[in-house]
């Protein structure tokens, strides 16, 4: 089955600096890669997502790449803020006629110091 | 906006006992999960529901475990016989597939503690 692993586990960064993620992936039939933000006491919430017919997509002060070749994804978040501290996760997932299945990454806990 | 909602926020319970975990998902959505995470550990998928069937399960969704979904809103998922290994953050999620759209959308969680 498939295997996300995500590093680094903790990130910590001055306000208005930038924090990458990054993630790889052991299936290459994956096609669907989403992020997500999980603040303390809160489910999981999606912050953007992308799929391996696209190599690069940004939101704003969020954007994710990826490499379908090496199998590697990357969440890039810019101009950091406070608010931008929490638990991220990467996970990986393909189509499966129906329902999909994500597959996880570790998480990673962004500290931004004010 | 809508949302997944889950009930209750913090489950106790004695090992050997059984739990029904409830969620309530977005309401036109047509794709519905259970997860969990042990405390430290990565979000793990346990169960897909489609079409008032499993669709998918992992290793972890063992006869123990089931889900139901008894009415047009709540999805259940029921343990039968409580183990302490057990004892983790149990996410529910829905979907809609619209074209290759399929987000799932995650409640925020039932933390059960099996003593």
């Known amino acids: 089955g498939e295997n996300v692993e995500q590093h680094p586990s903790t990130l910590s960064v001055q306000e208005g600096d930038s924090a990458v993620i990054k993630c790889t992936y052991s299936d290459s039939a994956s096609n669907y890669f989403p992020w997500y933000k999980q603040e303390l006491g809160k489910g999981p919430q999606l912050i953007i997502d992308?799929?391996?017919?696209?190599g690069e997509k940004k939101d704003q002060r969020i954007a994710v790449t990826l490499n379908k070749t090496a199998k590697h994804f990357s969440l890039h978040i810019t101009e950091t803020q406070p608010e931008d501290s929490a638990v991220y996760f990467c996970?990986?997932?393909?189509?499966?006629?129906?329902?999909?299945?994500?597959?996880f990454g570790s998480g990673t806990q962004l500290t931004v110091l004010p | 906006e809508p949302e997944v909602t889950q009930t209750p926020s913090h489950q106790v319970t004695q090992m050997g006992q059984e739990v029904i975990l409830r969620c309530v998902p977005i309401?036109?959505?047509?794709?519905f999960y259970w997860y969990r995470q042990i405390l430290g550990q990565k979000v793990e998928f346990l169960v897909s529901?489609?079409?008032?069937?499993?669709?998918?399960k992992s290793e972890i969704f063992d006869d123990q475990f089931s889900v139901e979904r008894p009415d047009g809103s709540n999805f259940t998922l029921k343990i039968r016989s409580t183990k302490l290994e057990d004892s983790a953050m149990y996410f529910c999620?829905?979907?809609?597939?619209?074209?290759?759209?399929?987000?799932?959308?995650f409640g925020p969680g039932t933390r059960l503690t099996v003593l």
């Open positions: 996970a990986a997932s393909r189509s499966s006629g129906s329902a999909r299945q994500l597959t």
């Open positions: 529901f489609y079409n008032n069937e499993i669709s998918e």
């Open positions: 309401s036109n959505h047509l794709y």
């Open positions: 992308i799929r391996s017919n696209v």
């Open positions: 999620a829905s979907s809609v597939r619209v074209g290759s759209t399929d987000t799932q959308y």
